[in-house]
């Protein structure tokens, strides 16, 4: 069964560094979401992608995060410079053109220190 | 906009007995009603959905739900659980023709042996 891809798994940084976090969706989808999970809540979604254009984005603190989806398939998440109320797990989700259901990768848990 | 509540933290159950995990919502316009598990480091599984039609969902795992509109209610059931069911439950919410998902905080079950 496909699955969506996340690499790393596990990231440990300090403040003011810069960190990348990288999806890969289930082949043929073209809804790629990315959403931010803090211990003892739910997802928040940060981006959503449809191929490779930027469909919402109004969560995503631009400032400090930026997303990328060049080719329409795999994304990247980046964070520069981190912040210690960055840590928390970050997931990647994604749907076909016409589906409802979001299918989550096993996400990425970051901690800053 | 939409948004999801799941009243408990955490629901305890003996192994063989019914279990039931609690979610209300609230949208404007028809709902798309979701549950997902996760489980420790690992990223959201998608157990269940109502988009429309017969208002029990049945999903993976012998785990069910009931969409009741006039309760605003989604609850999940299953009527045996089992010690491997112990893990985080998500409730989420969209409407139709807006990608727009909002989970739920979670409950956490626990069935004991």
């Known amino acids: 069964e496909a699955e969506v891809a996340q690499s790393p798994r596990y990231k440990i940084t300090e403040k003011s560094q810069a960190v990348a976090f990288w999806c890969d969706p289930i082949?043929?989808?073209?809804?790629l979401y990315w959403y931010r999970q803090i211990l003892g809540q739910g997802p928040e979604l940060l981006v959503q992608?449809?191929?490779?254009?930027?469909?919402?984005d109004s969560q995503l603190p631009k400032d400090r995060f930026s997303a990328e989806r060049l080719k329409g398939v795999d994304s990247t998440l980046k964070i520069q410079p981190a912040e210690l109320g960055d840590s928390a797990m970050y997931l990647c989700?994604?749907?076909?053109?016409?589906?409802?259901?979001?299918?989550f990768g096993p996400g990425t848990r970051l901690l800053v220190l | 906009a939409q948004s999801v509540a799941q009243p408990e933290d955490q629901v305890n159950v003996a192994e063989g007995n019914p279990l039931t995990v609690k979610c209300t919502y609230s949208?404007?316009?028809?709902?798309?009603l979701f549950w997902y598990v996760q489980y420790p480091n690992r990223g959201l599984q998608f157990l269940l959905k109502?988009?429309?039609?017969?208002?029990l969902v049945k999903g993976s795992y012998g785990f069910e739900a009931e969409f009741n509109k006039s309760q605003t209610s989604f609850h999940l059931k299953k009527p045996s659980a089992l010690v491997s069911d112990s893990a985080l439950y998500f409730c989420?919410?969209?409407?139709?023709?807006?990608?727009?998902?909002?989970f739920g905080a979670g409950t956490r079950l626990t069935v004991k042996p």
């Open positions: 989700a994604s749907t076909p053109g016409d589906e409802e259901t979001q299918y």
């Open positions: 082949s043929g989808h073209a809804t």
């Open positions: 992608f449809q191929d490779e254009s930027v469909v919402d």
């Open positions: 949208v404007s316009g028809n709902p798309y």
């Open positions: 109502y988009i429309t039609g017969d208002n």
């Open positions: 989420a919410v969209r409407v139709h023709n807006n990608n727009d998902m909002r």
